[in-house]
């Protein structure tokens, strides 16, 4: 009985770190995560995921992406014409867009590993890689 109990404690104790490091998120309709505090800088992009800024170099509110093979398209969520810089810590080329429906075109990629400003305010859909 005492080891059963042992194991129980070890396996909450790895369960409250794993919730600790989770980074802080809210839903969001687009299906992207979005941060619940403003970044200070792109180093505020959590490991393995894209980070999209509403200020330029990585800065103010963002959205982030966790997962490839995606389109996100950002009508109705609040981050319309808003994505000012980028940040890719994901693993698979991150494409942006204007435009919608039957008309629209990549504004621009970003690579991974790579981060800029897109200082046009006017991606509407987000396309992340297979
Ligand atoms: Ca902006």
Same mark, same amino acid.
């Given at each position: ?10 396996? /909450? ?12 998120? /809210?839903?969001?309709? =687009? ?5 619940? #505090?403003?970044? /200070?800088? +792109?180093?505020?992009?959590? /490991?393995? +995921?894209?980070? +999209?800024?509403?200020?330029? $170099? ?7 992406? @966790?997962? %490839?093979?995606?389109? +996100?398209?950002?009508? %109705?969520? &609040?981050?319309?014409? #808003?994505? !000012?810089?980028?940040?890719? #810590?994901?693993?698979?080329?991150? *494409?942006?867009?204007?435009?919608? %429906?039957? !008309? *629209? ?10 981060? &800029? $400003?897109?200082? =046009? $305010? @006017? ?8």
């Amino acid at each position: 009985m005492k080891r059963i109990m042992l194991t129980l404690v070890a396996c /909450a104790s790895v369960l409250a770190v794993a919730l600790s490091t989770a980074p802080a998120a /809210a839903a969001d309709p =687009t299906g992207l995560r979005m941060s619940s #505090r403003a970044a /200070a800088g +792109y180093e505020d992009c959590p /490991a393995g +995921y894209s980070c +999209y800024f509403d200020g330029l $170099n990585g800065t103010g509110a963002f959205i982030y992406a @966790d997962h %490839g093979c995606d389109y +996100y398209d950002l009508a %109705g969520s &609040g981050w319309d014409n #808003r994505i !000012s810089s980028i940040y890719n #810590r994901g693993s698979s080329k991150v *494409f942006v867009y204007t435009g919608r %429906g039957t !008309s *629209f075109d990549v504004h621009g990629w970003m690579p991974v590993g790579q981060r &800029g $400003n897109y200082n =046009t $305010n @006017d991606i509407d859909g987000i396309l992340v890689g297979c």
